[in-house]
């Protein structure tokens, strides 16, 4: 039994490697990864890589390679309130608070998240149900809407925001708060939290209150 197991984890090892050999042949030049839904990010950061086109499927890249040997342990998810509906939920470009508090993994910390290591698709585990469970509680048929709404993380996973479904929420893709606007603020609140220019918990509780009045104090009004 043991002899059996070692010849099929080696078999699974390599497999592994022969698709991501396959993957990097195939790749345009200058992809640097290779998102799950068959296209290709040409990012020159790993943050947010993928991010509209379900995460990362195989990185293409050295510092890819090297960083997506394993995902770090995420520990548990902490709400950053109680939850207390599930079904009539409020739509608009802020998430109803009463279903979608917003959440994070309790060992992402700052140094976790900071480290060159670190890589948001090692740990993007939204799958399509759990989108579609989002939608329903939001009030929509559960269905797929491309780049018309974005099924997005409260706190981003850039922040140690959770894959629950407390940290989810159906955000416009289009108009003058999308999730294009998000984006940009995530990024910018990932750098000030390395940074130390604010903690991480204020990050995560501020984008989760309000990320709407965030943006205009960073950037200000969206276009």
Same mark, same amino acid.
């Given at each position: 039994?043991?002899?059996?197991?070692?010849?099929?984890?080696?078999?699974?090892?390599?497999?592994?490697?022969?698709?991501?050999?396959?993957?990097?042949?195939?790749?345009?030049?200058?992809?640097?990864?290779?998102?799950?839904?068959?296209?290709?990010?040409?990012?020159?950061?790993?943050?947010?890589?993928?991010?509209?086109?379900?995460?990362?499927? #195989?990185?293409?890249?050295?510092?890819?390679?090297?960083?997506?040997?394993?995902?770090?342990?995420?520990?548990?998810?902490?709400?950053?309130?109680?939850?207390?509906?599930?079904?009539?939920?409020?739509?608009?470009?802020?998430?109803?608070?009463?279903?979608?508090?917003?959440?994070?993994?309790?060992?992402?910390?700052?140094? #976790?998240?900071?480290?060159?290591?670190?890589?948001?698709?090692?740990?993007?585990?939204?799958?399509?149900?759990?989108?579609?469970?989002?939608?329903?509680?939001?009030?929509?048929?559960?269905?797929?809407?491309?780049?018309?709404?974005? %099924?997005?993380?409260?706190?981003?996973?850039?922040?140690?925001?959770?894959?629950? %479904?407390?940290?989810?929420?159906?955000?416009?893709?289009?108009?003058?708060?999308?999730?294009?606007?998000?984006?940009?603020?995530?990024?910018?609140?990932?750098?000030?939290?390395?940074?130390?220019?604010?903690?991480?918990?204020?990050?995560?509780?501020?984008?989760?209150?309000?990320?709407?009045?965030?943006?205009?104090?960073?950037?200000?009004?969206?276009?």
């Amino acid at each position: 039994m043991r002899h059996t197991a070692a010849v099929l984890l080696i078999a699974a090892i390599a497999c592994l490697g022969a698709a991501a050999e396959r993957a990097t042949a195939a790749a345009p030049p200058g992809a640097t990864a290779r998102c799950n839904d068959g296209t290709y990010s040409y990012s020159k950061t790993h943050s947010g890589t993928c991010s509209h086109h379900h995460g990362v499927a #195989v990185w293409l890249d050295a510092d890819g390679a090297a960083g997506a040997s394993g995902a770090p342990a995420l520990g548990a998810t902490v709400l950053l309130a109680r939850r207390t509906a599930s079904s009539r939920c409020t739509r608009g470009p802020r998430p109803d608070r009463q279903c979608s508090p917003g959440a994070y993994y309790s060992r992402l910390t700052t140094a #976790v998240i900071c480290a060159t290591s670190f890589r948001t698709g090692t740990i993007r585990n939204v799958p399509q149900s759990e989108k579609y469970a989002v939608e329903r509680e939001y009030g929509m048929p559960a269905r797929l809407y491309g780049r018309s709404i974005e %099924i997005d993380h409260i706190v981003s996973l850039e922040l140690g925001g959770s894959n629950n %479904i407390a940290n989810l929420f159906p955000e416009p893709g289009s108009g003058r708060a999308d999730y294009h606007f998000k984006d940009k603020l995530e990024n910018r609140l990932h750098q000030l939290v390395c940074n130390g220019a604010i903690t991480l918990r204020h990050a995560q509780e501020q984008i989760a209150a309000n990320w709407e009045a965030l943006y205009r104090r960073e950037f200000g009004s969206p276009a």
